[in-house]
C-alpha cells in the first residue's frame, strides 16, 4: 500500500527537478503551492537523482525523496498488518519496510520505534506477547536489509490500543498491526 | 452475540437488584431453579437519629445478587418483626416465605451493635442468632458478614459478600484514553481509585493476604512496568524496569515472591522475583511465548500459557525440578488459567469452535466444562470461596465484567457506569472480619 503524498513545502527541489531537465514519464501533474522559477544551488545535471534530500520526520512518520524519478518527497507507509494469530508481516508490505531499511542505514542520527499490536481476542498478556512477536519480526527483516540494530526499538501494546473499536473481522484486521514511528 | 443470555431472568418475586450509588451495577441473569424464599425483614433501629446504612437493605441485595435466593418486598410484608418472640409465623406461611432475617440495631457509645437472627419459617426455630459490633465506617462490612453468615447456613458455602474486586476501566476516545485502576466492594460500592493514567493498566492481583496488589501499567515512557502497592497504607514501588515485557505479577500463596514473565532475555519467558531483595530465578527457558503464570495452592508449582506445541495452552511447572507438564488438550486456545482454591481444578480462558468462551478443567477427570455463554470473554477471577468466579466480556459494544458460579448454574452481570470495565481480580480476603459477641 503505497501512499505518495507531495509536499507543498518542496516546490524547490520540484523547482530544481524541472531545472535539471529531469524528463518526467508520469503524467500525473502534483500540485503544488507555488511554481517558483528559483535557482537553487547547485543545478544538477541529467542524472535521475540529483541531489541527496534529507528525509524528514513529521508526527512520526519519514518522508524520503521520491523513487524512479517521480517528483517531491514519498511518505512512507508507517502500518504493516498481519494475519490472526501470526508474527510474519503480510508480502503487501515488504517492498516499503526495506525502503524504511535503506532510510536507516543511510541515515545513523534517525531513530525508530516499532510499536507491535495484536487485536482484541485472547488474553490480554498473551496479546502482548504477540505484539512483541510482531514489532521484533519487523525488525529482523529490518535488521536483514542493513539497518542497525542500535536505532530500533520494539514495544509492545498488544490489544491495549487499537485503532478501530469494532468487534468484527474488518476492525480486528485492522488493530492487527506494527506501527513503525520515527522519532 | 447471545443478546437472549443478558435479558434479566425475571424472580418469581422480582425486586430490582440495583445499588442504588454503586459504580457497578448487578444484573442477575440467571438464577438457580429452586431458589430459597427469603424475607430480610427491615432492621429495628434502637438509636436516635438515622443509620449511615440501611442494613437490611444490604443483606437483601446480597443475598439475591448470589441468584440463589428469591427476596420479598418490604411493602408486602404483613408484620415487622425484630426479635423472635415478635414472629407471627402464619404471616410468613401465607406468604410461601420459607425463611426470615430479621434484627436490630443499637447504640453502645458512638459504636454500633448488630444483632440478626435467621428464622426457618417451617421448622419454626431459630437457625442463627449473632450479634456484632463496629463504628459507623463498617457498618456496610457488619452487614455484609450477616450476610455471609447466613448464606453459610443456608447454602454450605462461605458467602462472598465481605470481599472487594479490583478492576481497571478505560474511559474516552480511542484516541485519548484514561485509565483507572480501582477496588470496588463485591456489591459494587465504595469505589476506590488505585490508580489513574493516560496509559494502560493491566493484569492486577492481589496478595493473598488482600494486604499488597501488584499490576502492570506503561505510564513511564509508555512502557510496561510492574508495580507493587500497599492497600493499606497507600504507597507503592516499581518493581521491575526491564527492556521488553514486564508483564503477568502473579503473589506466590507466601507473598513473598512474585511470577513475572520478562522478555529481556531474547523471548518471553516466566521468572520469579523475591519481592524484598529484587532477587530473580528463570523459570522457563523456551523460544516460545510463556505468560501468565499463576501458583498451584500450594506454592510449589505454577501453571502457566505456553504457544511451546503451537497454540497456547496451558501447562505447569515444578518449581523442585523445573518439569513440565502440558495440561490442556481440548479447544485450540487456553490461556489464563488459575487454580480453584482446593486444587481440584483449573478456571482458563479456553477457544472453541472460534468463541472465547471460560471453561474449567477438572484436573481429576481431566474434563473441560464450558461455563458462559457469553463470548469474547477474558480474564477469569476465582471468588475466595471458590464457587463464583468473575470475568470480563463484551456487553452492547461495552466491556462489562460477569459472574458465573463454577458450575455454572448462577450468572450475573456488572455493568458498569464507567466506560469500558476489564481485568477483574477478585480479593482472596474480607474486607473486615467481626467477632460474634455472645450474649
Known sequence: MLRITTRGVMAISFAAFVLAGCASKTEVEEPVAEVAPVVVAPVVEAPVVAEVKRPMVSGGKISVPAAGGMDGMEQLQGLFYFDFDQTIVKRAGHMELSKHAMVLKDDSTLRVRLEGHADERGTREYNLALGERRANAVRAYLVAEGAPRSQIEVISYGEEKPVDGGHNEAAWAMNRRVEVVYR | MKL????????????????????????????VDNALRVAVVPFDWRGAGRLPENISDIIDADLVLSGRFESLPASQMLSLPHEPAEIFNRDWRLLNVEYLVIGHVSPVGDRYRLTYTLYNVFKQSVELRQTIEGEASEMRDMAHYASDSVFKILTGIEGAFSTQIMYVTALGPLTDRRYRLNIADADGHRVETMLESKEPILSASWSQDGRYIAYVSFEVDSRPAIFLRDVVNGTRQQLTNFPGLNGAPAFSPDGKQL???????????????????????????????????????????????????????????????????????????????????????????????????????DLIRGRVTVLTETSLDESPSIAPNGSMLIYATQYGGEGILAAVSVDGGVKFNLPSSEGDVREPAWSPQKRRMFKPISE
Not at chain 2, 4 to 25: E, Q
Not at chain 2, 259 to 275: E, F, H, Q, R
Open chain 2, 4 to 31: 437472549n443470555a443478558y435479558l434479566i431472568t425475571l424472580l418469581v418475586v422480582c425486586i430490582p437488584v440495583k445499588s442504588v450509588l454503586a459504580d457497578l451495577r448487578i444484573e442477575v441473569t440467571q438464577g
Open chain 2, 259 to 361: 511470577a513475572v514473565v520478562l522478555s529481556k532475555d531474547g523471548n518471553p519467558d516466566i521468572y520469579i522475583l523475591t519481592i524484598a531483595d529484587r532477587r530473580l530465578r528463570r523459570v522457563t527457558r523456551h523460544y516460545g511465548i510463556d505468560t501468565e503464570p499463576s501458583w498451584s495452592p500450594d506454592g510449589k508449582g505454577i501453571i502457566f500459557t505456553s504457544n511451546r506445541g503451537g497454540q497456547p495452552q496451558i501447562y505447569q511447572i515444578q518449581l523442585d525440578d523445573l518439569s513440565i507438564e502440558r495440561l490442556t488438550f481440548e479447544g485450540d486456545y487456553n490461556a489464563k488459567a488459575s487454580v480453584l482454591p482446593d486444587g481440584s481444578g483449573i478456571v482458563m480462558v479456553h477457544r472453541r469452535e472460534g468463541v472465547f468462551h471460560i471453561a474449567m478443567l
